[in-house]
């Protein structure tokens, strides 16, 4: 199959693109690469044998989007957009830039699909559109509720894309919302570059053990968990990736509307997260315990049953994987795709 993949050159995008490719199906990126690394896909092309069609959009250019589907003949049995801003903290800062960014993006992106009759899209959605849970682990049926614009523009195009499906039953939309995506794919090729300071966990983590950061500020110690650190559900990117390609077989089965959470069902708090981290990577990681981070909920994790019914598909990636796939990565690349070790 031809899958059209938006935010393809980005972490979790590159990584899916790299699996779509292995599995044999043909892929074109769209990307402004206002956050990602054209380099990521030609590592991909490296590693798989296979070539990416790449073409630099922006999803707010609506003709150059035209451009992309007419050059194409529009022959794609699926789109996965993962394009869109994701800081939660920048979010809060500037909600304007997020609304037009990731909505606008995201209407232009779905009438341009509607021109074309291109009507499968899977959509990249996060496990933040459940807010501060009442319990855990969280199914799909859980109460929705957001915290921050990033949030919230997940929450909406969720919304945006079920009332496409309502109004033309044609339409196909499989929502997947992510926990948290951590690791790298094992050749150490590509992986996780935030630019900047990481505001995440592991590749906080994995800066601190290579000796670009200093020292790990543990956001709480307080919280009602295991350790008194915040609980999460860390998933492979490589798992979340194949997630992807099952979700891509199954919406050309026409389902209409699948919601599927993407997780491994199992939490691992901060400090989990610290230990299984030196122990792979031999180093040791300062930390010193601090406030909470504002936003921050004590714990947040998966009950991925669903997923295994609907997509048949279900994690194979362990901590020790994710934190020694992460570690290789950070050792290969100390400057992501800006520069590597010669
Ligand atoms: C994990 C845990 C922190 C950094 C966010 C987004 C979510 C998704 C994944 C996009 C928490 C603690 C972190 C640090 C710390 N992003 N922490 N020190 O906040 O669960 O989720 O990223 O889809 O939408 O909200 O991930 O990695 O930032 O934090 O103690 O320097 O690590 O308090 O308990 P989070 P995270």
């Not at 995506?181 to 050749?187: D, I």
């Not at 299984?276 to 300062?286: D, P």
């Amino acid at each position: 199959m031809h899958i059209l993949v938006t935010g393809g050159a980005g972490y979790i995008g590159s990584h899916t693109c790299l699996e779509l490719l292995s599995c044999g199906h043909r892929v074109t990126v769209v990307d402004n690469l206002s956050n990602a690394s054209i380099e990521s896909l030609s590592r991909v092309e490296t590693l798989t044998g296979r070539k990416v069609n790449f073409c630099k959009v922006d999803l707010l250019d609506r003709q150059g989007l035209r451009g992309v589907f007419k050059s194409c003949d529009a022959r794609f049995d699926a789109v996965i957009h993962f394009a869109g801003k994701k800081a939660v903290g920048e979010s809060v800062a500037n909600p304007l830039l997020y609304y037009h960014n990731n909505i606008t993006g995201t209407l232009v992106l779905a009438e341009v699909m509607a021109e074309y009759g291109v009507k499968n899209i899977i959509f990249s959605s996060s496990a933040t559109v459940y807010g501060d849970p009442a319990t855990v682990p969280i199914s799909e049926d859980f109460p929705l509720s957001c915290t921050n614009p990033y949030g919230r523009t997940k929450l909406m195009v969720e919304e945006i894309l079920q009332d496409i499906v309502v109004a033309d039953p044609q339409w196909n939309v499989c929502l997947l919302r992510y926990f948290n995506p951590v690791g790298a794919h094992k050749s150490g090729l590509i992986g996780e570059d935030p630019h900047g300071t990481p505001s995440n966990l592991m590749p906080y983590i994995s800066q601190v053990a290579v000796g670009k950061l200093a020292q790990l500020s543990v956001f709480g110690g307080d919280y009602e968990t295991k350790d008194g650190t915040g609980v999460r559900d860390y998933i492979h990117v490589v798992d979340l990736a194949l997630g992807h390609v099952k979700a891509v077989e199954r919406i050309v089965q026409n389902p209409g509307v699948v919601i599927c959470n993407l997780g491994t069902g199992k939490g691992y708090s901060v400090l989990e997260m610290v230990r299984a981290f030196a122990e792979v990577s031999g180093k040791e990681i300062a930390y010193k315990i601090a406030d909470r981070r504002a936003g921050d909920i004590a714990a947040c994790y998966a009950n991925p049953a669903k997923a295994l019914r609907e997509l048949g598909w279900q994690t194979q990636y362990g901590l020790h994987e994710m934190c020694e796939d992460t570690w290789r990565w950070q050792q290969n690349n100390p400057n992501g795709y800006g520069r590597e070790i010669m």
